[in-house]
DNA sequence: TTGAAAGCGGTACCAA
DNA sequence: TTGGTACCGCTTTCAA
């Protein structure tokens, strides 16, 4: 059926040894006979088997991706990224959606192990780390995007949470606001990173941090903007009203900002909005969204670089963060100088 | 370093046919053995090496998946609904984005065959087909999603595109539009099926098809929007005026609506807007957009459920259609009535 | 410069 | 019910 070295070595009067020579570029093969063989490799369509060469070499050049959720296009754009990243130096990638659930997590990363990915780059979910364990003892490289685990020193590569906190808090306050609210996510790491941002930029600028001004909201899945409305219609309540209010992202900040609306507040007049991830088309709703950018196509890329690295060391090099940097997007939302 | 049946077998003094046996559930085993396998293989942490199985099996139980741009949500659901179905039945999906560009694509088509996937779904930019023959001639499956090729009779789950222009088109109609426009795509199996409806509309209404009101347009990529935006100003200088337009696709209509506001009409009053693909976020633009649903879930389902019926199938059985059935999302943009 | 032999970690077939 | 042996398609080592 498929042509096999062994039919490229009869049909040259070759040995097999040659062929896989020619292939992989030895030195000790004369011109004449790499000519020949790659000729015939072409006329026949040749395609070396990759799982057998992984079988015996022990390395399938394939790496994992394992993301919460890949519609969000967050994840997706990463997931590109890093692909084309991996691409360029042999590597496919199989990707797997983890729904949100920690269990199908777990079971997918078992079963990229079962398929010997070289590595494994990981969004994970998951609180505990508990998983990440197990790639610790079987030695299998992974890299962490996006989310941290808590107490566990592993290689990361996200945006930095606290420089998110700060610029966006810090870009509310540049536009007058003096009363800033902040919907934070749910108990990961980004959450609590811009939080303490939030909070340091509330501090430089004297202001203090009020209790009522920060609310909780689930932040993940198709109910976000749900959320985000909940919680932003429980911040309206607060006396005195806050003026501004950053959100963990951008689908909260959606939720947020028909909330204010249907309330009868102006926008940015009365509250600037301003949220997280500069989604695809915020510049294209009722009130475009600002936002912080995280750019994702840079987190994938250094991802990668990571990954690579990892795989191509003799030894376990030391863990190693890579942070990107965000940056603020401003749009109407928070334009509360007419500028 | 990591464990094999051999070291399960020397360990238990079983054979490693034994230990194979235990793990396909093979009936010829002692229940007494086999509970004793099961349970060292759980305190060892066994997984089989799929690499292995694989090479001596010729299957992997892995699916490929091309699409044109994962970060296109249309592709991401597709892809995430697909990998669901397919890991029901035990089998890995490998995602590779084209980036659409057909020397990748094809590409990334040879990369998944020498990785041995059972079989492909291909959402394919490519025109000709000519990589779809040596799918043929290699004998391995594989399932069109979204597009077609022209003079191919192949495997493919898609939306009733005729459907969607007849939908649209009448859509507009029944909202009071006599002077329906239409931008078109690129000259893919869609934006010729979607024309055809609604050319089919105009004619079930008595209305006729106008040259000047069909503009075509680059749907795809970052610059979607701009083109839209273009191609509409074009339109507009059409007289008498168009008073609504059917979108090959949202993004094109984003960029429509845009270019509406600017010359000062007035949607839905004095120009209907309707797109395609019922994106993310279309509910909260600034005129939220009507459009037409493709169901991208259930053509992920189906194409899962296609392209598995395929790997077990003895024979190649004749090439199937699924056609999923769209639905019209009436929004704001196209809404006249004042319902 | 070329190739014979021994595996990589599993599965299939058939004998014990 | 259990296991010996050959083999999947390729790479590695070492001898010719």
Same mark, same amino acid.
């Given at each position: 059926?498929?042509?096999?070295?062994?039919?490229?070595?009869?049909?040259?009067?070759?040995?097999? /040894?040659?062929?896989?020579?020619?292939?992989?570029?030895?030195?000790?093969?004369?011109?004449?006979?790499?000519?020949?063989?790659?000729?015939?490799?072409?006329?026949?369509?040749?395609?070396?088997?990759?799982?057998?060469?992984?079988? /015996?070499?022990?390395?399938?050049?394939? @790496?994992?991706?394992?993301? #919460?959720?890949?519609?969000?296009?967050?994840?997706?754009?990463?997931?590109?990224?890093?692909?084309?990243?991996? %691409?360029?130096?042999?590597?496919?990638?199989?990707?797997?959606? +983890?729904?949100?659930?920690?269990?199908?997590?777990?079971?997918?990363?078992?079963?990229?192990?079962?398929?010997?990915?070289?590595?494994? /780059?990981?969004?994970?979910?998951?609180?505990?780390?508990?998983?990440?364990?197990?790639?610790?003892?079987?030695?299998?490289?992974?890299? =962490?995007?996006?989310?941290?685990?808590?107490?566990?020193?592993?290689?990361?590569?996200?945006?930095?949470?606290?420089?998110?906190?700060?610029?966006?808090?810090?870009? =509310?306050?540049?536009?007058?606001? %003096?009363?800033?609210?902040?919907?934070?996510?749910?108990?990961?790491?980004?959450?609590?990173?811009?939080?303490?941002?939030?909070?340091? +930029?509330?501090?430089?600028?004297?202001?203090?941090?009020?209790?009522?001004?920060?609310?909780?909201?689930?932040?993940?899945?198709?109910?976000?903007?749900?959320?985000?409305?909940?919680?932003?219609?429980?911040?309206?309540?607060?006396?005195?009203?806050?003026?501004?209010?950053?959100?963990?992202?951008?689908?909260?900040?959606?939720?947020?900002?028909?909330?204010?609306?249907?309330?009868?507040?102006?926008? #940015?007049?009365?509250?600037?909005?301003?949220?997280?991830?500069?989604?695809?088309?915020?510049?294209?709703?009722?009130? #475009?969204?600002?936002?912080?950018?995280?750019?994702?196509?840079?987190?994938?890329?250094?991802?990668?670089?990571?990954?690579?690295?990892?795989?191509?060391?003799?030894?376990?090099?030391?863990?190693?963060?890579?942070? /990107?940097?965000?940056?603020?997007?401003?749009? @109407?939302?928070?334009?509360?100088?007419?500028?």
């Amino acid at each position: 059926m498929t042509v096999r070295m062994k039919d490229l070595a009869k049909d040259l009067n070759l040995s097999v /040894v040659t062929i896989s020579k020619v292939l992989r570029n030895h030195s000790d093969i004369s011109e004449k006979t790499r000519e020949r063989v790659l000729q015939r490799m072409r006329e026949l369509n040749f395609r070396p088997n990759l799982t057998a060469r992984a079988l /015996v070499t022990g390395r399938t050049s394939m @790496m994992g991706l394992i993301v #919460p959720d890949l519609v969000h296009p967050f994840f997706g754009q990463i997931a590109k990224s890093l692909a084309r990243t991996l %691409r360029k130096k042999g590597y496919g990638l199989v990707i797997s959606s +983890a729904e949100e659930d920690i269990a199908l997590e777990r079971h997918e990363i078992e079963h990229l192990i079962a398929r010997r990915v070289d590595a494994l /780059v990981i969004a994970s979910g998951e609180e505990s780390g508990e998983m990440l364990a197990v790639l610790e003892q079987q030695k299998i490289p992974y890299v =962490l995007v996006d989310r941290q685990v808590a107490g566990l020193q592993a290689n990361f590569v996200g945006v930095d949470d606290r420089e998110v906190g700060l610029l966006a808090t810090q870009h =509310l306050i540049q536009q007058g606001c %003096r009363r800033v609210a902040h919907l934070r996510g749910p108990e990961t790491s980004p959450a609590r990173g811009r939080i303490q941002g939030y909070g340091q +930029a509330l501090q430089r600028h004297g202001l203090t941090m009020r209790d009522a001004y920060v609310v909780a909201a689930r932040s993940s899945g198709d109910r976000a903007e749900e959320c985000g409305f909940e919680a932003m219609q429980k911040l309206l309540q607060s006396r005195p009203r806050p003026d501004g209010v950053f959100c963990f992202n951008d689908p909260l900040a959606v939720g947020a900002l028909k909330a204010a609306q249907e309330a009868g507040l102006e926008v #940015p007049r009365d509250l600037a909005v301003i949220g997280c991830g500069n989604m695809l088309y915020a510049d294209m709703l009722r009130i #475009p969204l600002s936002s912080i950018d995280q750019d994702t196509g840079s987190i994938g890329e250094n991802a990668g670089k990571l990954v690579l690295s990892l795989v191509e060391a003799a030894a376990p090099p030391k863990p190693r963060s890579v942070l /990107v940097t965000p940056r603020v997007v401003e749009r @109407m939302s928070s334009n509360r100088l007419g500028r």
